[in-house]
């Protein structure tokens, strides 16, 4: 008997919603047989089966949302009923026997405690990281301090160390610290302090931080870590609207209420992390863009691109790619831990893309050395796979710089937000017939507006303008792409 356990498809993913099984218990399995697909923070990515055999169990709902790491499927390949693994009986503790009567290996829904990272590096509090501060002496209580009324044995009283601490906003309530630990775990009403008292709340030095730029209160929050730490999803879930308490989250007449998980989830948690991380800068600029409307005329009329679409977008692109070629430091990146901007000397072409799903950010790897009808062609795929729903994460990872293409919904302009991990963002408006002045003469010509996003940090604000400029300059005159090519 076999156990595949949900893997990380992505970039530190750790956590998946199960959308829908292709087997079900008792059906046959061969290696790399798709058997389930899943919806993480990215995209929906379809899972093969490493073993082959006949399915034991499905150890997960439809829509139940699983860490990563727990076992989702059982499969029996013919070894017979495994004993529960040495690693996993050693990393806890207690006797191994205990653990096996309690547990059988096939039903362990999670990793023991030890081995489980429900959370990214760096965010969350370990098991038992919480500890009470030693009194230097607590056979000698402060001078003027009050004596506590215990409940306890004086016994226990007297050697029990910190005694003191525990009165004050207890005063009269001598609990151990063992107690009171495990009352407010559970979210005990007995563990909140009387008025005045002071509560302590578990969070690590970066998700204050966040919660202090967001606007958070911290004492607000009832923590989703471990030990009821506050998590950076707990403060970015705050920061976007503090949810009703369950017993008030009845659905009023003409309401729906949609979960908020998946593709909208992550979505959401990036925008927030990118407006209040980047200082966002937009620039804008009214281009003539008949010339590149007539070049993409011609283009469809040629051989190469009989069978790509050829849109205006993919001049768009190509004059992009141009102009980063020109100002490589609009393709860079912050890096914060290190304090140092990361200068990329290739383009992976990032292309906003509004699905079902909500919206997704692939990119096209290498954009930079492809020809225009290859271009044309992973553009074209791009926006296939992403209408498709089966765009994978590693589509959407190592993104440079981004086009958005608001134009296709009849939109003129608006302030793009950075694709985290990016320094700009291109808005491509909606072409319009408009009067334009040609010569001295008032003609009727076709416009587009184009709004430039970047980070300040990175880009400052004549890089930015010389490099909207010179986009603006290509699509007036595509001849340009061939000149600074």
């Known amino acids: 008997m076999k156990q595949f356990k949900l893997p990380d498809v992505g970039e530190g993913l750790t956590e998946a919603e199960i959308v829908r099984w292709h087997v079900k218990a008792g059906d046959p399995v061969k290696v790399n047989q798709i058997i389930v697909e899943i919806e993480t923070a990215k995209a929906v990515v379809e899972l093969p089966c490493p073993f082959e055999g006949v399915v034991a169990a499905l150890m997960a709902d439809e829509g139940e949302t699983v860490d990563v790491g727990r076992p989702i ?100 309530e001598s609990a151990a610290p063992s107690v009171r630990e495990g009352a407010r775990e559970n979210g005990a009403a007995g563990a909140a302090p009387a008025s005045g008292g002071r509560v302590a709340t578990l ?43 369950a017993a008030v989250r009845a659905v009023q007449a003409g309401e729906e209420r949609i979960p908020v998980k998946g593709v909208r989830r992550a979505t959401a948690q ?52 141009v102009a980063a070629r020109r100002y490589p430091m609009i393709n860079s990146a912050w890096d914060e831990a290190a304090q140092e901007i990361v200068v990329k000397h290739y383009v992976n072409l990032g292309i906003a893309a509004a699905t079902p799903r909500g919206l997704l950010v692939p990119n096209v790897k290498d954009a930079h050395a492809m020809s225009l009808p290859d271009l044309a062609r992973a553009l074209g795929a791009l926006a296939e796979t992403a209408r498709a729903g089966r765009t ?72 930015g303008s010389l490099f909207l400029r010179d986009v603006g300059a290509m699509l007036e005159d595509p001849l340009r792409m061939l000149a600074w090519n």
């Open 203 to 245: 969070a690590k030095p970066p998700v204050r931080k966040l919660a202090k730029d967001l606007g958070v209160d911290l004492t607000t929050l009832t923590g989703s870590g471990p030990q009821g730490s506050i998590t950076r999803d707990d403060v970015q879930s705050a920061a976007g609207a503090v949810p009703a308490p």
């Open 73 to 172: 499927i059982s499969v029996d390949d013919g070894t017979g009923t495994d004993p529960a693994p040495a690693p996993a009986s050693s990393a806890a503790p207690g006797p191994a026997p205990e653990r096996g009567q309690a547990l059988a290996e096939d039903m362990v829904p999670a990793p023991p405690k030890e081995e489980r990272q429900p959370v990214l590096v760096g965010y969350g509090v370990k098991m038992g990281a919480a500890k009470r501060r030693p009194r230097k002496s607590a056979s000698t209580p402060p001078a003027g301090s009050p004596a506590p009324r215990s409940v306890q044995p004086p016994a226990r009283q007297d050697t029990r160390p910190g005694a003191r601490e525990d009165t004050g906003p207890f005063t009269g």
């Open 392 to 463: 994978q994460p590693a589509d959407m990872a190592g993104g440079t710089i981004t086009i958005t293409n608001v134009g296709v919904f009849g939109v003129d302009a608006g302030t793009p937000i950075l694709n985290p991990g990016e320094s700009a963002i291109l808005a491509f408006g909606q072409v319009r017939d408009m009067p334009w002045v040609v010569d001295g003469q008032i003609v009727p010509r076709r416009v587009c507006t184009l709004a430039l996003s970047f980070d300040h940090r990175v880009v400052d604000g004549e890089l």
């Open 270 to 321: 990036a925008m927030v992390a990118s407006v209040f991380t980047a200082p966002h800068v937009t620039e804008f600029l009214q281009v003539d863009v008949t010339e590149t409307m007539d070049a993409v005329g011609r283009l469809r009329r040629l051989p190469d691109f009989a069978e790509v679409k050829v849109s205006p977008l993919l001049l768009v692109a190509k004059a992009v790619l």
